[in-house]
Nanobody, 117 residues
Framework: QVQLVESGGGSAQPGGSLRLSCATS????????MGWYRQAPGKQREFVATITSSGHTNYANSVKGRFTISRDAAKNTVNLQMTLLKPEDTAVYYC???????????WGQGTQVTVSS
């Protein structure tokens, strides 16, 4: 059974930093495209960042240069380092996994990020 568990959410000041982690089980995250998505109140879920099995990364324009997605293969985790946070970054952040050569996709339960002064 595949499980994705996000952690590291919380409150931060504008300009501050948070580090989100996604712990995976039931899959090898290094053989998956991993991603972070977010949903703000009253908004649709939106793409934030992905990293492929080969290490290629993509970022939403709104976070490019501020957020970094990375893998820790030994821990089977995926991280999102968020810096220079803005109030508009406030959302529930979800971890996503899409295993290579498998049609399914998996989601975590989400972790709240709140950026305010």
């Amino acid at each position: 059974q595949v499980q994705l568990v996000e952690s590291g959410g919380g409150s931060a000041q504008p300009g501050g930093s948070l580090r989100l982690s996604c712990a995976t089980s039931g899959i090898d995250s290094s053989l998956s495209t991993m991603g972070w998505y977010r949903q703000a109140p009253g908004k649709q879920r939106e793409f934030v960042a992905t990293i492929t099995s080969s290490g290629h990364t993509n970022y939403a324009n709104s976070v490019k240069g501020r957020f970094t997605i990375s893998r820790d293969a030994a821990k089977n985790t995926v991280n999102l380092q968020m810096t220079l946070l803005k109030p508009e970054d406030t959302a529930v952040y979800y971890c996503n996994a899409r295993p290579i050569h498998v049609s399914g996709t998996y989601w975590g339960q989400g972790t709240q990020v709140t950026v305010s002064s």
